[in-house]
């Protein structure tokens, strides 16, 4: 399956549910009025787009007519898609040749940190690079066991202490361990934590400075993993994990089932974050690099 | 820090608006119910459910007195929150199977919480007396049993496992036997996350639930979850069955408005809350105090119990009741603020209150904040602590100088005060909104 299939495949039921929408809207003259607007702005927050977002893109749609005079479908999708597509920004990540790169997988609860770490485990692996996984989730029951599972699966050595350890320690350790293994990729998988608990956001500071401290020559990308069934949200979560820790990326995951994914919209929109990953699935191979038209294009319906 | 408004503060820059009018035209309220309408969809209600309320709120905004009242905002403030506590409906008991063996059966979309629910459960039930067991049917995500197995030993209870069995089937099957050989009377089934669009994992729940026929089919549902909510409760509840659900991570600051739109489109009952990682963060459900959170009106009950769990009750009781009386001193903030500075975080308690964040932006309390508080309140008189309308200019020289600080500084803790009295007005005519709440204390236990 091409990469595209298999984003699309992802969002088959986004498509399906945008297109009965739109074809419904404009099925009668082929050309949008104020009232059919208002309803694409529904469907737009329907797909968690967010308020903001969905209002923002309308408006700018209304604009758009009254300066063209083109109402028709062709004319409307084609610049709804151009302006979600400003709202935006996409990034690929890279592993260095020639130095070490770390990838620090963090998140609130249960939104497939660890899943996506043993994927990119998977990808960098298939690619030739030599890869660690450090097991920074001490908390969580068989967080440990789950990693490990994932490291025989994807056969990638992971560094872990026991259940409660200091997961700094656990950095640490990784760090130490994959230089001297001549690592490429480090992959630090961390526990799930709600931004508003003070403490665990600490904690996760401590993990970032025992990184600069000890790998100030890496490359480092701190990667929010959001699950994009969650609503409004994931905003909020965004802003507060970049503020703690200056967020570099975002993987969204489980597009493959039942969200339709426009808080990925919401969330780059609102935070200037780039989207890096896609997640598609439960299997080591189920990631994609996010791609902005790639992802409207399986969004949006065919013109 | 708050992302989103309050409905209060988004109404009343329309109520403000009002003011110095005679007549509210038919527009005021329009406007109001756009405001009531984004308050709800920013907190993740589903567009149909909001569509719907608005409606019906409207109507009842629409009866005169509402609107000739002194603060038209709060009192559709109180028209929504009623609204939303009437949606929500009671709390309702776990069914217990009069046969003497009950199954329960969780079910949810992957990391929304079903497997530390079912731990959570399986306490909550020891604790009142029953001999539950733990199986997990999760064949899919790597480790998933091993985790039922550690938290069902965390909590003490027995558990089933068997890693090398690739039917969850059989699982479910086996895990029955071995509970009724274990002589236990409650069957709590962990099953593996799926999404509804996935036919395969979907025909693997519909087979256990057919084997097992569960007494209670219940859903598990992150706080977190958006417009899809519905569609997911809806499709479990048509192709398993669905008994009522369980919304988990309430101790962040979502919203959870979902509860509202699942509730409202299946009809099926909210029958606990998730609010916390550990496995005896599971809570009743309070109609009236999710109907504050999702209003962003933030759940002050929540943070009474808090304060509560963590001090004596005596000093939560004295805070409610002062709150009620609406006779809340310095003295009393004095307390209030040693108090939440002993638990830890400020900031990680009044993020529990959505919507309060920003509005406490600027009372950060901090250490040397605090010291410098506790001794300007220190140098007020007992008259003045106990009625602080009383401190004119000169009254607030004399305390700075008492302290050794400045004027400003005392201004600002009398300014601190004003808002904090702002605020538990705010809460104060939200709380007479859930009547049956009232007088019940905090803690007073979580019974069926
Ligand atoms: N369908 C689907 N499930 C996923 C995806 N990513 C993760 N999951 C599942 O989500 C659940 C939580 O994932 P996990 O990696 O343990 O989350 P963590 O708590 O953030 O580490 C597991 O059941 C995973 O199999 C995805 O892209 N698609
Ligand atoms: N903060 C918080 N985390 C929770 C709550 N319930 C579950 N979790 C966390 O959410 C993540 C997923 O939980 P899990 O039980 O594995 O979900 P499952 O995939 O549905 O079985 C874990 O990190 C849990 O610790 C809750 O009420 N509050
Ligand atoms: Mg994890
Ligand atoms: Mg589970």
């Given amino acids: 399956m091409s990469l595209f299939e298999t984003f699309r495949k992802g969002l088959t039921k986004t498509r399906d549910f945008m297109t009965a929408g739109i074809n419904r809207m404009a099925a009668g003259l082929g050309i949008f009025d104020d009232d059919m607007l208002d309803e694409l702005e529904m469907i737009l927050i329907q797909a968690d787009c967010g308020m903001t977002a969905s209002t923002e893109a309308i408006e700018a749609i209304r604009e758009h007519i009254r300066q063209t005079g083109d109402a028709s479908r062709q004319g409307v999708l084609d610049f709804l898609r151009l302006t979600l597509a400003g709202m935006m920004t996409e990034k690929q990540l890279k592993i260095e040749s020639d130095r070490l790169t770390i990838y620090l997988m963090v998140g609130v609860n249960g939104t497939g940190k660890t899943t996506t770490a043993a994927k990119l485990a998977q990808r960098a692996k298939n690619q030739g690079f030599r890869v660690m996984m450090a097991a920074a989730d001490t908390f969580r029951a068989a967080a440990i066991e789950q990693l490990k599972a994932w490291g025989e699966r994807t056969q990638t050595a992971v560094i872990a202490h026991a259940t409660g350890a200091d997961p700094a320690a656990v950095v640490f350790d990784a760090i130490q361990s994959a230089r001297a293994r001549q690592t490429d990729l480090l992959l630090i998988d961390t ?47 965004a802003r507060a994990f970049h503020e703690a820790i200056e967020v ?8 493959d089932g039942n969200a339709k994914g426009g808080v990925a919209i919401a969330v780059s929109r609102e935070t200037g974050l780039p989207l890096c990953l896609a997640g598609l699935g439960e299997d080591a191979q189920d990631l994609q690099d996010f791609s902005r038209s790639m992802f409207l294009d399986a969004l949006l319906p065919d013109l | 820090m708050a992302l989103f408004e309050n409905l209060s503060s988004r109404l009343s820059r329309i109520t403000d608006a009002m003011r110095g009018r005679s007549r509210v035209t038919e527009k005021d309220i329009k406007d109001m119910m756009r405001e009531i309408r984004l308050a709800l969809l920013e907190a993740d209600v589903h567009y149909q459910v909001v569509k719907d309320l608005s409606a019906e709120i409207s109507d009842k905004a629409r009866g005169a ?40 059966m969780l079910y949810g979309l992957q990391g929304a919480g079903k497997t530390t629910t079912a731990a959570k459960l399986a306490l909550y039930l020891k604790d009142r ?7 997990s049917t999760d064949v899919h995500r790597p480790a998933a049993q091993e985790q039922l197995q550690i938290l069902a030993e965390q909590v003490g209870v027995d558990s089933y496992i068997n890693p090398d069995e690739k039917s ?35 025909e693997e729940l519909k087979a256990i639930n057919q084997a097992l026929n569960p007494d209670e089919r219940l859903l598990v549902v992150d706080a977190m979850i958006g417009q899809e909510a519905v569609g997911i409760a809806q499709a479990f509840e048509s192709r398993i069955g669905l008994d009522g659900f369980i919304m988990t991570k309430l101790d962040g600051d979502a919203r959870g408005g979902s509860a509202l739109s699942i509730r409202r489109m299946t009809g099926k009952p909210i029958k606990m ?33 808090k304060a509560s769990e963590a001090f004596d009750q005596d000093q939560a009781e004295k805070t409610l009741e002062r709150l009620k009386a609406n006779t809340f001193t310095m003295q009393d903030m004095l307390e209030q603020l040693e108090q939440i500075q ?35 309140i220190q140098s007020m008189t007992r008259q003045e602590r106990d009625n602080p309308r009383i401190l004119n200019a000169s009254r607030r020289r004399r305390i700075a100088r008492g302290c050794g600080l400045e004027v400003q500084d005392v201004n600002r803790v009398v300014r601190r005060y004003d808002d904090m009295m702002k605020m538990m007005k705010q809460f104060g005519m939200l709380g007479q909104g859930g009547k049956r709440r009232r007088g019940r204390m905090p803690l007073s236990g979580l019974g069926f």
């Fill in chain 2, 129 to 135: 007396g029953k001999k539950p067991m733990l199986v």
């Fill in chain 2, 342 to 376: 002993g638990m830890g975080s400020m900031k990680e308690m009044l993020s529990m209150v959505p919507g309060l964040g920003r509005k406490l932006g600027d009372v950060d309390i901090d250490e040397k904040d605090l010291l410098r508080t506790r001794a300007i």
């Fill in chain 2, 273 to 305: 809350m998730g609010t916390g990682e550990k496995v005896n963060d599971l809570e009743a459900f309070h109609p009236d105090r999710l109907a504050s959170r999702i209003l962003g009106m933030g759940d002050v009950l929540t943070l009474i119990e």
């Fill in chain 2, 168 to 202: 969850a089937l059989t699982l479910a099957k086996e895990g029955e036997e071995r509970a009724r050989y274990m002589m236990c009377d409650t069957l709590i089934i962990d099953t593996a996350g799926r999404m509804t669009v996935d036919d395969q994992l979907m």
């Fill in chain 1, 191 to 237: 526990a799930g934590r709600l931004h508003t608990k003070r403490n665990l956001m600490d904690e996760l500071a401590k993990i970032r400075r025992v990184i600069d401290r000890e790998a100030s020559d890496a490359l480092v990308e701190t990667i929010l993993v959001l699950d994009a069934t969650t609503g409004q949200n994931a905003i909020v979560q």
């Fill in chain 2, 65 to 104: 007195e509402v609107l000739q009242s002194l603060t038209p905002g709060q009192q559709v403030v109180k028209i929504v929150h009623e609204a939303l506590i009437h949606v929500l409906g009671e709390e309702e008991k776990l069914t217990v199977s009069p046969t003497g063996f009950t199954v329960i």
């Fill in chain 1, 248 to 255: 570099t990326g975002l993987a969204i995951t489980k597009l």
